[in-house]
């Protein structure tokens, strides 16, 4: 009895359960699904003459409520096993995500090359690389290769932007 | 006969060769790189292949496959870290051998029954695929639907981690094939007005944002891993001793490998695990195990390479992928006008014949290759992650591009690949999104079409004897993980 005492007394000094990583993703992941399931309702429906088999609505709605119902089960299950104290994301992880954004912005603002270079250098100085002439190879000299390379061989044209429209003409 | 021929012809095709050394040299290369592999490197090379002919294509897709589950040994033996997952069990001994100053026993070992294991696995594909295409023309709609459920849930049960994280990964796979127009009806889903989802979330954007892009996450929170190389002098080949001791181990995980390669999953790393566990109960000294025993290293590498063979298997019979690597080269065919399937038997003797012909070199090639470039390859893991991945980056990003040159791709593709980041870190599988995707349009398809055959009555499908096969072996798989549980414990413990 004791020790089913303190074993009550031990998981109420750990972290509330809202805090912990299985509930986290799993509220996620049905917060998600119950979005989505109510945007199938606002598909377009075939008219009952018109309708072959099932709606289009119909399929995605049974997955989404199997998404939701495996997801109780992998919490339900999930509270049942110890609870490991989940490590925390380095800098280094939070920069390269920003350097994502950045490249999102500089591609869909300034130049796609310009975006990839950028990217590059980025994440190559904040990797640890701060050799002036590694960090030029990774963001030109490479990119450079890659896009004649697609250009010549698959005859892409990339969107336009400052240094590929000066390329281009 | 002719298909022998047809087997033989990429011999005598000097651009097939020339397609299949320089296949098996970057699939090398990308097996012998940790968090790359054939997966990933397929999905990057993909848009390249658009300058080929189908043939030469997919015989390019097939030798990356090959090399690529061979090439993660290298690694997995001479830093301890495996290149592909599949090579995971290699590292158990293949690493304290190499540290007894053995490394090139334990390369030659790897080599020689990677070799055989590939070769067997192709042996079984010749004889099997037809088999089993000629099997599936007594398919209709409901029983491909029930294939495809039986498929998900054998993925689920079989793969790796939890089965029903599994599931949950493999349904939100299907849900991402149902973006955009509806094809039976053309009515728009998930679209939100965005005129570029209208044509539907493309295959490419999603495996190479689910592989490259995650791994690249993944490796930013790693960088302070440092890997100790272990020296290696020259690769040898196993002697009349070792042969003696692992021929049964190899042909037995050559068996293991090919069965295991044949069910829709991620074969190469459960194969090599069985192949691993099954060498080690098979032992006299089961005791050298995890110190160094030739065995196991016989016993995980000729599975793994098995596998491949295994796993084209369903892929070019019923257009069913057997593992996340053939899912890219199935995306490879469809891209290119082939569709898989007993058709395709019929009507293209010389292409599949000329795929498995071309297997066989690129697994006689990876074996010369690794033979003579093993110190080579090893070399390239010295490729610091600060150099590596931004480039990895730039292909990624210029490839996922060229397919329809549309820049909501790449959006796309950055999207998947936070969404894959986190679905690793939190135990979900990313192999069974690619299956469920690739699956989606054939099991909703089918699902509906049926639907319309039997007048909207559910209960017709167990009228239809394959069908409720399928769906009996579909129960069954999800009952399995119950009993796998204990062996994977024991696995572990070993």
């Given at each position: 009895m004791n020790n089913v005492l303190k074993k009550k007394r031990a998981n109420k000094s750990s972290l509330p359960f809202f805090l912990k990583s299985s509930?986290?993703?799993?509220?996620i992941i049905i917060l998600i699904s119950l979005i989505l399931l109510i945007t199938t309702f606002t598909f377009d429906a075939v008219p009952p003459i018109l309708n072959r088999g099932i709606q289009p609505a119909t399929f995605p709605k049974a997955l989404l409520v199997l998404i939701i119902f495996l997801t109780s089960v992998v919490f339900y299950l999930s509270i049942k096993t110890p609870?490991?104290?989940?490590?925390?994301?380095?800098?280094?992880f939070f920069i390269t995500l920003m350097a994502f954004i950045l490249f999102l912005v500089i591609a869909k603002t300034l130049d796609f090359f310009l975006a990839i270079a950028v990217f590059s250098a980025l994440v190559s100085y904040y990797w640890g690389e701060k050799r002036i002439i590694y960090l030029?190879?990774?963001s030109i000299l490479f990119p450079i290769i890659v896009f004649i390379f697609f250009e010549t061989f698959l005859g892409l044209r990339f969107p336009p932007g400052i240094i590929t429209n000066i390329y281009y003409n | 006969m002719e298909n022998l021929s047809y087997m033989l012809a990429p011999l005598f095709s000097s651009k097939l060769?020339?397609?299949?050394?320089?296949?098996?040299?970057?699939?090398l290369i990308l097996g012998v790189l940790p968090g790359l592999g054939p997966t990933t490197g397929g999905a990057l090379i993909l848009p390249f292949t658009m300058t080929l002919d189908p043939l030469s294509a997919i015989v390019l897709l097939t030798a990356i496959y090959c090399a690529g589950t061979y090439g993660g040994a290298i690694t997995a033996i001479l830093i301890n870290t495996p290149g592909t997952p599949a090579a995971a069990a290699t590292c158990l001994d293949g690493y304290p051998l190499a540290q007894k100053g053995e490394a090139g026993r334990a390369l030659g070992m790897a080599t020689v029954s990677s070799t055989i294991g590939g070769i067997f696995s192709v042996i079984i594909l010749v004889f099997f695929a037809p088999l089993l295409a000629k099997l599936a023309y007594e398919f209709g709609q409901p029983e491909y639907f029930a294939l495809a459920i039986f498929g998900l849930t054998m993925l689920a049960s079989i793969g790796e981690g939890s089965p029903v994280k599994n599931l949950i990964a493999a349904a939100f796979g299907i849900l991402i094939s149902t973006v955009g127009k509806d094809f039976m009806t053309s009515i728009d889903r998930f679209t939100y007005g965005i005129n570029e989802l209208s044509e539907g979330i493309g295959f490419i954007p999603v495996v190479v944002g689910l592989f490259a892009i995650s791994e690249m996450l993944t490796q930013s929170t790693m960088l302070d891993q440092v890997f100790k190389r272990v020296a290696l002098k020259a690769v040898k080949l196993p002697s009349l001793k070792d042969y003696k001791l692992t021929w049964k181990t190899i042909l037995r995980s050559s068996g293991i490998g090919s069965f295991i390669g044949v069910l829709p999953a991620e074969g190469g790393t459960v194969a090599s695990l069985i192949g691993y566990s099954e060498a080690k109960r098979w032992s006299k000294t089961p005791e050298e195990f995890g110190k160094g025993s030739i065995e196991g290293i016989a016993g995980a590498e000729a599975a793994n390479n098995a596998a491949t063979g295994g796993a084209m298997v369903p892929t070019l019979a019923l257009g069913i992928p057997g593992s996340a690597t053939t899912a890219v080269i199935l995306t490879g065919l469809i891209?290119?006008?082939?569709?898989?399937?007993?058709?395709?038997?019929?009507?293209q003797p010389e292409f599949l014949y000329g795929i498995f012909g071309s297997m066989l070199i690129a697994n006689i090639l990876f074996f010369i290759f690794g033979f003579f470039g093993?110190?080579?390859?090893?070399?390239?893991?010295?490729?610091?992650?600060?150099?590596?991945?931004?480039?990895?980056?730039?292909?990624?990003?210029?490839?996922?591009?060229?397919?329809?040159?549309?820049?909501?791709?790449?959006?796309?593709?950055?999207?998947?690949?936070?969404?894959g980041f986190f679905m690793r870190r939190y135990g979900f599988s990313v192999v069974p999104v690619i299956i469920g995707l690739i699956l989606g349009e054939l099991v909703e398809g089918?699902?509906?079409?049926s639907l319309v055959i039997f007048d909207g009555n559910w209960l017709m499908f167990?009228?239809?004897p394959i069908a409720l096969t399928f769906f009996t072996l579909a129960i069954i798989a999800l009952l399995f993980p119950l009993f796998k549980k204990k062996k994977i414990t024991k696995l572990k413990k070993n």
């Open positions: 509930f986290k993703v799993s509220f609870w490991k104290k989940e490590s925390k994301l380095p800098k280094s030029l190879i990774v | 060769l020339i397609v299949l050394f320089f296949g098996t040299l970057f699939g891209i290119h006008g082939v569709r898989p399937g007993p058709e395709l038997f019929r009507e093993a110190k080579l390859f090893a070399r390239i893991t010295l490729v610091p992650n600060k150099i590596l991945w931004p480039m990895i980056f730039a292909l990624s990003v210029c490839g996922t591009y060229s397919l329809s040159q549309s820049i909501t791709d790449v959006w796309i593709m950055l999207f998947f690949g936070v969404v089918t699902l509906r079409q167990l009228t239809r």
